[in-house]
């Protein structure tokens, strides 16, 4: 007995008349496979979670003072627009989905999952930054692997949000051990 293999759509009669039914549902096809409103109410976390880390980047950016806080500060404000770019991402994907992106001041604190931090030396906003990008690293992991194959579009953007968070996170430990003399993580 032979499995038999999923059905793969190659009509391109039958994919035009579906995408000409289902206009107003945007960019979200019939053979989407998440439920969009659960991405949607994730993405707006992954965006509060970004606008959090540009403010404290910003803000570390131009309060660091101190021998070489130039060098640092210059790292934080290379930062801070990187991760404008992920909160210009995930707003983008939000609106593609069909929802608004919550940019509202009120709440944001509580929906991201970094901290937005109260560090006021050098070395503690390094370790701030460090701390919340190793939250971003950790939890982006996590939606790549909900988000699978499922909705393939939001799981290779938080992907490549990966990469440049785990950058950040190498810049932020490199700076604490230059900092401090000694590895913070050991390895």
């Known amino acids: 007995m032979s499995v038999k293999e999923p059905a793969f759509l190659t009509d391109v009669q039958e994919l035009r008349r579906r995408s000409k039914l289902q206009l107003e549902e945007g960019a979200v096809t019939s053979n989407y496979g998440g439920d969009v409103e659960q991405t949607i109410a994730i993405l707006q976390n992954v965006l509060a979670t970004e606008i959090v880390c540009v403010l404290r980047y910003t ?57 937005y931090g109260n560090a006021s030396q050098l070395i503690d906003m390094i370790k701030e930054n460090l701390v919340a990008e190793r939250i971003a690293v950790e939890h982006y992991r996590e939606l790549i692997r909900y988000f699978g194959d499922n909705d393939p579009t939001t799981r290779v953007m938080i992907e490549s949000i990966l990469t440049n968070e785990e950058e950040h996170a190498n810049d932020m430990h490199d700076l604490l051990v230059a900092h401090e003399g000694h590895p913070f993580i050991e390895k």
């Open 59 to 115: 803000m570390h950016a131009i309060a660091a003072n101190g021998i070489d806080s130039e060098a640092v500060k210059a790292e934080f404000a290379k930062h801070a627009s990187e991760e404008q770019l992920h909160m210009t991402k995930v707003a983008e994907r939000i609106n593609q989905l069909g929802g608004v992106p919550n940019f509202n001041p009120e709440g944001i604190t509580t929906r991201s999952a970094a901290e």
